[in-house]
């Protein structure tokens, strides 16, 4: 199946682009969904009742069923669009970036309740792709979803055609880990350029047509490192209808068009830096970049682009060569071309030292006060670092024997435990007063076979100081729900 990395393109492969995280080598991946197959569980993921229906934005009404999965802090907050908000830092980094492409149409309010068809099926993701799993995307019933990634609209967007380029930028959901990059709601941008063989002039052809329109993109001297070919028969394959010399093209107005704007983003990045005094990049250390290989289900060949910066390279986007599949669904079979997806708050966090991704949710002033489109983007400095304070939760899993031995009927057994219900349940308790959630200890008793897991909660507000009273609270309500929803044991 074509979808399924190869396993050199998985190694190579990484990350995804959408959240802020140094790339460590052999680290394991935050997104490992795009990448990996595994079997969808159809298992409810945090047991608890369900209402019939959901109201999204006064009028949206959806029928839920028992894939329903999606908590009402996470329905409450969809209203918030942060990447429309004036002055918000989210919005200023779109801005920036959508400056970068002129001529570009730009789609800023699709709406976030998607199919299961527009989020993966239209993008050729296997039936049994890891992404499906109700462990790791937010449902409302078994076909309507809270859409992933940005990547949801591109078929709808192809098929109305309105443009030759477009861009999108909109919230997109997941369920995730609870750590300082990553939210369950953040904010990407899509983008996509596409050439009509049809409407060619008789004497052009699409690569000539592709060609000219690669020399009016800005000239950078920025250091690329590209060492791979542009496509490998193998690890990144041409699709059967692209000529090499196509792709050739296409891939070069890609690559520089996206090289254009990590420039803009550096260039702002570096001065921000020099104007909070801190130590500018040397001249001698220009701005590094490399393109390497990649895998999507709806590119082909694919790529991602790291920057190095702060002393390690950090992932800033994934693109490709759109699946001619998409274009051929979307009614648009005779046009071609490339797609690239980012997240917006890792390039807001490096654009402004944000060192928290729950401070974009902030509405305090000392927060927002800070950013200003008017203005060049300027160091974000922390108002205050207030105390933070973690306990640990210590639990054994539910043993199958145990499970049969017959504890609340509602309760998951082993198989069906992951580390998202937990993050979940965090959330769900803590709100925006939980700064991390993290395994760290796990063992399996040598006579039982059972297993036990022990997660670090780090409790911190950005906005006061958390009394003792409260942090044991929280904690006391997070460990009661993990027994009431998961069926753990505590230690
Ligand atoms: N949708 C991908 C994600 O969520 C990002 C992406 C990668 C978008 C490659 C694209 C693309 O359009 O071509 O991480």
């Not at 999204?56 to 329905?75: A, F």
Request: net charge negative; glycine share 4%.
């Amino acid at each position: 199946m074509m979808w399924i990395a190869p396993a050199a393109a998985v190694a190579s492969c990484r990350l995804s682009c959408t959240s802020l995280r140094i790339i460590s080598r052999g680290s394991p991946t935050p997104w490992p969904w795009l990448f990996s197959v595994r079997c969808v569980r159809r298992v409810s993921s945090i047991p608890g009742t369900t209402p019939k229906e959901v109201t999204i934005e006064k009028d949206k009404v959806y029928k839920t069923d028992e894939w329903m999965n999606t908590p009402s802090t996470i329905l409450s907050a969809i209203p918030r669009r942060l990447h429309l908000q004036q002055d918000h830092p989210i919005a200023i980094t779109r801005q920036l970036i959508e400056s970068r492409f002129p001529n570009y149409k730009c789609h800023n309010t699709l709406f976030p309740v998607v199919t299961v068809e527009q989020n993966f099926d239209s993008l050729g993701f296997p039936a049994d792709h890891i992404g499906r799993s109700r462990t790791d995307t937010y449902y409302l019933n078994k076909d309507t979803v809270l859409r992933t990634h940005t990547s949801a609209h591109q078929a709808d967007t192809f098929r109305a055609n309105e443009s030759a380029g477009y861009l999108i930028s909109a919230d997109v959901y997941r369920r995730d880990a609870i750590d300082r990059s990553h939210y369950p709601i953040f904010h990407q941008m899509e983008g996509a350029m596409t050439w009509d063989r049809d409407s060619l002039d008789a004497s052009t052809s699409l690569k000539q047509a592709v060609w000219a329109d690669v020399a009016k993109i800005p000239a950078h001297s920025i250091d690329v490192e590209d060492a791979s070919p542009t496509s490998h028969p193998e690890r990144n394959p041409l699709q059967e209808c692209h000529s090499a010399e196509e792709v050739e093209a296409i891939a070069a107005h890609l690559k520089r068009s996206l090289e254009d704007v990590v420039v803009a983003i550096f260039n702002a990045a570096s001065r921000a830096a020099v104007a909070a005094g801190e130590t500018p990049a040397s001249p001698d250390e220009p701005l590094k970049v490399r393109w390497v290989e990649a895998y999507f289900p709806f590119t082909s060949p694919s790529w991602e682009l790291e920057v190095f910066w702060q002393d390690d390279w950090l992932e800033v986007l994934g693109c490709g060569i759109v699946k001619q599949d998409i274009m051929s669904h979307a009614g648009v079979p005779n046009r071609l071309g490339w797609a690239f997806g980012l997240g917006l708050e890792r390039i807001a966090m490096l654009l402004y030292s944000i060192p928290d991704i729950r401070l974009f949710w902030s509405t305090d002033a000392r927060f927002l006060s800070q950013f200003s489109s008017a203005a060049p983007i300027r160091r974000f400095v922390p108002f205050s670092k207030y105390p933070t304070c973690f306990k640990d939760v210590s639990f054994w899993l539910r043993s199958s024997s145990s499970a049969a031995g017959g504890l609340s009927r509602n309760a998951l057994s082993p198989v069906d435990f992951h580390e998202n219900d937990v993050m979940e349940i965090a959330r769900d308790v803590c709100g925006d007063l939980v700064e991390d959630v993290r395994l760290v200890d796990e063992f399996v008793h040598p006579k039982t076979g059972r297993k036990s897991l022990c997660y670090r909660t780090n409790y911190r507000s950005l906005e006061r100081t958390l009394t003792n009273d409260e942090t044991n609270q929280l904690h006391e309500r997070f460990r009661q729900q993990l027994v009431e929803k998961l069926g753990v044991e505590l230690r």
